[in-house]
Nanobody
Framework: QLQLVESGGGLVQPGGSLRLSCTAS????????IGWFRQAPGKEREGVSC????????YYADSVKGRFTMSRDNAKNTVYLQLNSLKPEDTAVYYC???????????????????YGQGTQVTVSS
């Protein structure tokens, strides 16, 4: 059974940092494009970052570029999202998701992502 589990969320003050983890079971993360998404109350889910399986290229939404970094530990079958310089507008539930293996390329839209984790809450507040 394919499963994604996120962890690492929490409450942090503006300017603080968090590292989110996404661990897979039932498949190999490195073989599939992986994306990080977030959804704030009353808003649509938006793409934050993603990594392609074809060459490991990473992409970021303009709103997080320079502050968030996505990485992968193949030995642990885990991807990470390092969140730095957090702002109140970063408050949301963060999800990781996987596209089918044949896709190879990631996208920052929700289209084409077949598997989602349950999400982890990130709250940025003083």
């Amino acid at each position: 059974q394919l499963q994604l589990v996120e962890s690492g969320g929490g409450l942090v003050q503006p300017g603080g940092s968090l590292r989110l983890s996404c661990t897979a079971s039932g498949f190999t993360l490195a073989d599939q494009p992986i994306g990080w998404f977030r959804q704030a109350p009353g808003k649509e889910r938006e793409g934050v970052s993603c990594v392609s399986s074809s060459d490991g290229s990473t992409y970021y939404a303009d709103s997080v570029k320079g502050r968030f970094t996505m990485s992968r530990d193949n030995a642990k079958n885990t991807v990470y999202l390092q969140l730095n310089s957090l702002k109140p507008e970063d408050t949301a539930v963060y999800y990781c998701a996987a596209r089918p293996r044949v896709a190879k390329l990631c996208v920052l839209s929700t289209n084409g992502y077949a598997y989602y984790g349950q999400g982890t809450q990130v709250t940025v507040s003083s």
